[in-house]
């Protein structure tokens, strides 16, 4: 635990003197929020402003995807992770601390997130600020896990990258976070079921417009809390500290593992079937708040 | 005598097709600076890599202070230091940051204050990691071997590529290494280094160790020979340099006749009567007392630098 939070402090400066971390993790999202509230929620639109905070929240969560799985290859590649394993340090501690400090790193923005909608747009009520706070800090943890899941399946930046980008379309896109999930067709919204994402960008946009049950947070906290904890242990379990050590054979299985929870999740859900009408519900009662004349978000 | 603080015997590593280590074996015993000398490839690395608890070896015995590194972990790492080949580290991490973090993960730990007065990195101490001329990172790099205060040192080409002034003051360090009276295993493939700094050096080659001892015994070797180096208009043939008075072997690198002689004045005449015979040219005649390079050219007909 010592060297989890020495690891953590250190991380969290070399973070803060990262230009590119202020620019993806703090401006992009401000450019988002921006951009979609002047887009979708202008005039009589204001409902979407909470609905528009959850979707650039799920974005700003899923970042740390991108960002630690960068990070791990970086460090691994120019042999920096090397000179970690001379000293009395496992691989538990180098993938908790990464966890732990962006954790660190998200709560700030998310704060002027929500600073910038109460001040620059006059938001009032933030729905379910307990929910909201659950669903950011299990969310970050789980895709930051996912993410040095793929630095550990990976040998170079550049594959990195293209997996990165595979899979970061799919969960922007088919989650909701981007476009509404009511706008796709079922089949679509079934698929989405068993993806990541879903959960969190469901789950954030519900809380944020107060349209959240206490069983729809447990089960988007729950889904991604296991997904958070299968994915560490993969993680950990294919951690490679140098950089022509070879993936093992045995990592595809692995990697699969870390479906599981949302597999199991998904196919729950599909036979359930309760998910995908309160998403269908809840976006047709704000369709129904919005003034004459006006479209709903097809962002 | 009790056990060596570095135990190897037998080790075995292949990389692929590649054999790396044929059979290594060697013991060093506490307080001794020991050096492992060979050419590139020759498996020196991997040797030390395999003491760190970096490698795995296919096969053979690897202990340090009694301790398995692939096996005992943090216990082990405790124990030892180590710089390796290349060190790197996040550009944005500042000197003092870098010695202050390495120096949390261990119980024993040195004063990083003293470290880097000591290894005249005080003026750098708030510089970034990029920021360092190549010469203040390998400094750096050996101050963080020493954070933890550790019985055995590893140094793997610890002057690689840097210049002749930093090489000196490296040098110093790990004399100073010898006065604490630290077990220092040391790789090169610098001749000078292995014959200032080591009390014990084995010369490898081809995963093998063909060669043991001080660097006085193995010199031993080659005593009373005169390494003679000689550049030519035109090239000789028939191994006519080979057959000259007091010539024990002669061989070509690079264009230049090495020749080792016991009776240097002989040689030299019968060589100069034998290019005015041949109407042949002395373009350089160089001449050295024994070195570890006679006795590496002796044992595998290369020079260390091929």
Same mark, same amino acid.
């Given at each position: 635990?010592?060297?989890?939070?020495i690891l953590?402090?250190v991380r %969290?400066r070399l973070?803060?003197?990262?230009?590119?971390?202020?620019?993806?993790?703090?401006?992009?999202?401000?450019?988002?929020?921006?951009?979609?509230?002047?887009?979708?929620?202008?005039?009589?639109?204001?409902?979407?402003?909470?609905?528009?905070?959850?979707?650039?929240?799920?974005?700003?969560?899923?970042?740390?995807?991108?960002?630690?799985?960068?990070q791990l290859v970086t460090f691994r590649e120019q042999g920096i992770l090397r000179r970690f394993r001379l000293a009395p340090v496992?691989?538990?501690?180098m993938?908790?601390?990464?966890?732990?400090?962006?954790?660190?790193?998200?709560?700030?923005?998310? @704060?002027?997130?929500?600073? /910038?909608?109460?001040?620059?747009?006059?938001? +009032?009520?933030? !729905?379910? +600020?307990? $929910? +909201?706070?659950?669903?950011?800090?299990?969310?970050?943890?789980?895709?930051?896990?996912? !993410?040095?899941? @793929?630095?550990? /399946?990976?040998?170079?930046?550049?594959?990195?990258?293209?997996?990165?980008?595979?899979?970061?379309?799919?969960?922007?896109?088919?989650?909701?976070?981007?476009?509404?999930? $009511?706008?796709?067709? $079922?089949? @679509?919204?079934?698929?989405?079921?068993?993806?990541?994402?879903?959960?969190?960008?469901? !789950? %954030?946009?519900?809380?944020?417009?107060?349209?959240?049950?206490?069983?729809?947070?447990?089960?988007? /906290?729950?889904?991604?809390?296991?997904?958070?904890?299968?994915?560490?242990?993969?993680?950990?379990?294919?951690?490679r500290w140098e950089p022509e050590a070879? @993936?093992?054979?045995?990592?595809?299985?692995?990697? %699969?593992?870390?479906?599981?929870?949302? +597999?199991?999740?998904?196919?729950?859900?599909?036979?359930?079937?309760?998910?995908?009408?309160?998403?269908?519900?809840?976006?047709?009662?704000?369709?129904?708040?919005?003034?004459?004349?006006?479209?709903?978000?097809?962002? | 005598?009790?056990?060596?603080?570095?135990?190897?015997?037998?080790?075995?590593?292949?990389?692929?097709?590649?054999?790396?280590?044929?059979?290594?074996?060697?013991?060093?015993?506490?307080?001794?600076?020991?050096?492992l000398?060979?050419?590139n490839? =020759?498996?020196k690395t991997t040797t030390v890599e395999i003491l760190e608890g970096l490698r795995?070896?296919?096969?053979?015995? =690897?202990?340090?202070?009694?301790?398995?590194p692939?096996?005992?972990?943090?216990?082990?790492k405790e124990?030892i230091g180590a710089v390796l080949q290349s060190t790197a580290l996040p550009d944005k991490l500042r000197v003092k940051e870098a010695l202050d973090l390495f120096a949390n993960f261990y119980?024993?730990r040195a *004063?990083t204050?003293?470290l880097l007065?000591r290894f005249q990195l005080?003026?750098k101490r708030n510089a970034f990691y990029s920021q360092l001329s190549g010469g203040q990172k390998q400094r750096l790099a050996l101050a963080m071997a020493l954070v933890n205060d550790p019985?055995v040192v590893f140094l793997d080409e610890p002057t690689a590529g840097l210049d002749?002034?930093v090489r000196?003051e490296i040098y110093d360090i790990i004399?100073?290494l010898?006065?604490?009276?630290k077990?220092v295993l040391i790789t090169t493939h610098y001749?000078?280094e =292995?014959?200032?700094?080591?009390?014990?050096?084995?010369?490898?080659?081809?995963?093998?160790?063909?060669?043991?001892?001080?660097?006085?015994?193995?010199?031993?070797? &080659?005593?009373?020979?005169?390494?003679?180096?000689?550049?030519?208009?035109?090239?000789?043939?028939?191994?006519?340099?080979?057959?000259? *008075?007091?010539?024990?072997?002669?061989?070509?690198? *690079?264009?230049?006749?090495?020749?080792?002689?016991? &009776?240097?004045?002989?040689?030299?005449? =019968?060589?100069?009567?034998?290019?005015?015979?041949?109407?042949?040219?002395?373009?350089?005649?160089?001449?050295?007392?024994?070195?570890?390079?006679?006795?590496?050219?002796?044992?595998?007909?290369?020079?260390?630098?091929?």
């Amino acid at each position: 635990m010592r060297n989890t939070w020495i690891l953590t402090k250190v991380r %969290l400066r070399l973070a803060m003197r990262n230009r590119a971390f202020f620019f993806f993790s703090l401006l992009m999202p401000m450019i988002f929020l921006f951009s979609f509230v002047t887009l979708v929620a202008r005039g009589n639109n204001r409902q979407w402003i909470p609905y528009i905070l959850g979707s650039v929240m799920t974005m700003t969560v899923m970042g740390s995807f991108w960002g630690l799985s960068v990070q791990l290859v970086t460090f691994r590649e120019q042999g920096i992770l090397r000179r970690f394993r001379l000293a009395p340090v496992g691989a538990g501690p180098m993938l908790a601390s990464s966890i732990i400090s962006n954790y660190f790193l998200v709560i700030p923005v998310i @704060v002027i997130e929500l600073l /910038v909608c109460r001040f620059a747009f006059h938001v +009032l009520s933030f !729905g379910n +600020l307990w $929910a +909201l706070f659950a669903l950011v800090t299990v969310g970050s943890a789980t895709f930051a896990s996912l !993410g040095l899941i @793929v630095a550990s /399946v990976t040998n170079t930046m550049q594959e990195t990258q293209m997996i990165n980008n595979l899979i970061w379309m799919g969960f922007i896109f088919l989650s909701g976070a981007t476009v509404p999930l $009511a706008k796709f067709p $079922a089949w @679509v919204q079934h698929v989405s079921l068993f993806i990541p994402a879903q959960y969190l960008a469901t !789950g %954030l946009q519900s809380a944020a417009t107060k349209f959240a049950t206490r069983y729809e947070v447990f089960e988007d /906290v729950a889904a991604m809390g296991l997904g958070l904890v299968v994915a560490f242990e993969v993680s950990r379990q294919l951690f490679r500290w140098e950089p022509e050590a070879k @993936v093992p054979r045995r990592a595809k299985l692995w990697v %699969l593992a870390a479906l599981v929870p949302f +597999l199991a999740f998904g196919t729950w859900e599909s036979v359930k079937g309760t998910r995908l009408n309160h998403v269908n519900q809840n976006f047709q009662t704000l369709i129904d708040r919005m003034g004459p004349g006006q479209t709903p978000p097809a962002r | 005598m009790g056990e060596p603080i570095i135990r190897v015997e037998n080790l075995y590593k292949n990389y692929g097709a590649v054999e790396a280590l044929r059979g290594v074996s060697f013991a060093v015993e506490e307080g001794e600076v020991f050096g492992l000398l060979g050419p590139n490839g =020759a498996g020196k690395t991997t040797t030390v890599e395999i003491l760190e608890g970096l490698r795995t070896a296919d096969s053979g015995v =690897a202990r340090v202070c009694g301790l398995d590194p692939e096996r005992t972990g943090e216990r082990f790492k405790e124990t030892i230091g180590a710089v390796l080949q290349s060190t790197a580290l996040p550009d944005k991490l500042r000197v003092k940051e870098a010695l202050d973090l390495f120096a949390n993960f261990y119980r024993r730990r040195a *004063d990083t204050d003293k470290l880097l007065s000591r290894f005249q990195l005080d003026e750098k101490r708030n510089a970034f990691y990029s920021q360092l001329s190549g010469g203040q990172k390998q400094r750096l790099a050996l101050a963080m071997a020493l954070v933890n205060d550790p019985q055995v040192v590893f140094l793997d080409e610890p002057t690689a590529g840097l210049d002749p002034q930093v090489r000196r003051e490296i040098y110093d360090i790990i004399e100073e290494l010898r006065r604490g009276k630290k077990t220092v295993l040391i790789t090169t493939h610098y001749i000078e280094e =292995a014959e200032r700094l080591c009390d014990r050096v084995a010369i490898v080659d081809h995963g093998r160790v063909i060669a043991l001892g001080t660097p006085r015994e193995l010199k031993q070797r &080659s005593a009373g020979k005169t390494r003679i180096e000689v550049r030519l208009a035109r090239p000789v043939v028939n191994g006519m340099l080979g057959r000259l *008075d007091g010539v024990s072997d002669c061989r070509e690198f *690079d264009g230049a006749y090495v020749l080792h002689s016991s &009776s240097t004045p002989q040689t030299i005449v =019968a060589l100069v009567k034998q290019l005015e015979a041949e109407k042949n040219e002395l373009q350089s005649l160089e001449m050295f007392s024994p070195s570890l390079e006679d006795v590496f050219i002796e044992l595998t007909g290369r020079r260390l630098r091929e």
